[in-house]
Structure formats: structure tokens, C-alpha cells
């Protein structure tokens, strides 16, 4: 089922718009768990139950299973993380974030009862939220939680924390952020993601730095997104009042 492993957070940013998906798998991490053979004879039926609602599109079964599953007494708390990972999941589906929110917290309070990529991923989803909710210092506070804890690079994490610092005028950690995706020796090892360029440009622009931007789209090779992003870059300038400038780079594209 799905819902064992990942829910998707979809939501429109600054620069582009992004699917951002989180991967919880808690259920794969019950093994590495001292409790797990108990929650398994107790609550796996249950909680799968909850899933296949879920599965089913059927929100409002998914959490009338998931509520009786929460009311029962002697529920350990790693057991409660469980069933508080599939209610942010209908949560999410039913578009309510300050729900998901307050599920998401349960799952964090118990960190010392599950495992760390549980609750890392669950740190993570929270910093989706805040950003979603214009909370940019709480959305780098818990991405930052997230990323000291996270061994893999998190690219999605990147993107997130770079717009966030764009929005509080940190333009220096922006570009930090935004460098940790793109190649700036090799252009050609980077998946052009527009979003992610434009991000890079504008915040160049902010930083007085455009020269830099421009050498490293002058390095590309693609012709067709080259020649949009020189566009911005003397739209860049232009804004600046660097008229010489942007004449220049739009004399180079006729």
C-alpha cells in the first residue's frame, strides 16, 4: 500500500511550482524496533486497515478506523507515532495543514520511542508546512533539524531552506542553498530546473553579483534555456538601472 511508505505535499513557491515528496516508510523501520513484534500483533491489522481506506479514497472510514484505533487504552507511544503518521496523511488529503501539523507534533514528541529516520522525516514535513504558512524562520529552524539529522544530501531540503532565506532578505545563505544543487564548474552534470535558476539569478541580482550568474549560464551548452535565462539576467540588470548592460545581453540573443 502506498500510504505505508510516502505521502506527496504539493504546493506553489516563489520561483516555481514542485511536487515535494516525503518518504516516512515507517512500517519498513518496525523491524529495527524492540517493540515491533508487539505493535505488530496488536495494531498491524488495524493501522493497515487505515491504508487501505486511504488507498480506497475513502477519507472518511480511513479516519473513523484511525480514531477508534487512537481511543483504545494501553497504546504505547511508538504505536501512537504509527497511527499519528497515517492521520497527517489524511490530513494532507483533505487539504488541512494546521491538522496535519498537530499530528506531525504528536510523532516528534515521541522521538525517543521511534526510529531517527521516522522522526527526521517527520521534522522535515513540519518545515514544509511553516513554509506553506509564511512562517520562513520556523520553516529553516526545523529544515535545519531535519538536515543534522539527515545522512543523504536532501535536495528537496535545499530548494526549500534557499527560498525560505530569500524571503527573509538572507541572501548569502540563499545562494549557499542554492550552489548545494548546482554545479556552477559544470553545468552539464545539473538538470536544469528553471525554478532553481531563476532563484540563483535573482538572488545574484540582490547580492550584485549578475556576472557571476552569467558566466555560469554563458557555460551551458542547451541553446534553448540559455538564451531564457540570459533574458532574465538582463532583466536583471535592467532593474538594477544597468540599461548598458542589459542592451548588451539582448544585443547577444537577436
Request: hydrophobic share 40%.
Amino acid at each position: 500500500m502506498k500510504y505505508l511508505k510516502a505521502g506527496c505535499l504539493l504546493f506553489s513557491v516563489m520561483f516555481f511550482q514542485t511536487n515535494i515528496t516525503f518518504q516516512s516508510e515507517a512500517f519498513a523501520h518496525w523491524e529495527e524496533h524492540e517493540e515491533y513484534d508487539a505493535i505488530k500483533k496488536q495494531h498491524h491489522r488495524a493501522l493497515s486497515r487505515v491504508g487501505n481506506y486511504l488507498d480506497q479514497g475513502d477519507l472518511e472510514k480511513a479516519d473513523r478506523h484511525l480514531q477508534t484505533l487512537l481511543n483504545k487504552n494501553g497504546l504505547s507511544d511508538i504505536a501512537k507515532a504509527y497511527a499519528a503518521h497515517y492521520g497527517s496523511l489524511i490530513c494532507f488529503k483533505r487539504d488541512d495543514n494546521d491538522c496535519a501539523m498537530t499530528y506531525l507534533e504528536q510523532i516528534i514528541e515521541r522521538r525517543l520511542s521511534i526510529p531517527a529516520e521516522f522522526y527526521s522525516d517527520s521534522l522535515f514535513k513540519i518545515a514544509q508546512i511553516h513554509f506553506l504558512k509564511m512562517d520562513y524562520s520556523k520553516t529553516i529552524k526545523f529544515g535545519l533539524m531535519h538536515k543534522d539529522m539527515d545522512e543523504k544530501q536532501n535536495k528537496q531540503l535545499n530548494i526549500l531552506l534557499a527560498q525560505a532565506y530569500y524571503q527573509l532578505q538572507n541572501y548569502e545563505k540563499t545562494l549557499a542553498y542554492v550552489l548545494a544543487d548546482i554545479d556552477i564548474s559544470d553545468p552539464e552534470k545539473t538538470p536544469i530546473k528553471t525554478g532553481k535558476v531563476r532563484l540563483f539569478i535573482k538572488t545574484c541580482a540582490k547580492l550584485n553579483q549578475l556576472e557571476f550568474a552569467l558566466r555560469y549560464v554563458d557555460s551551458m551548452s542547451n541553446i534553448n534555456p540559455k538564451k531564457s535565462f540570459k533574458l532574465w539576467i538582463a532583466e536583471a540588470y535592467g532593474e538594477m538601472g544597468r540599461e548598458d548592460k542589459m542592451n548588451d545581453i539582448k544585443k547577444e540573443l537577436i
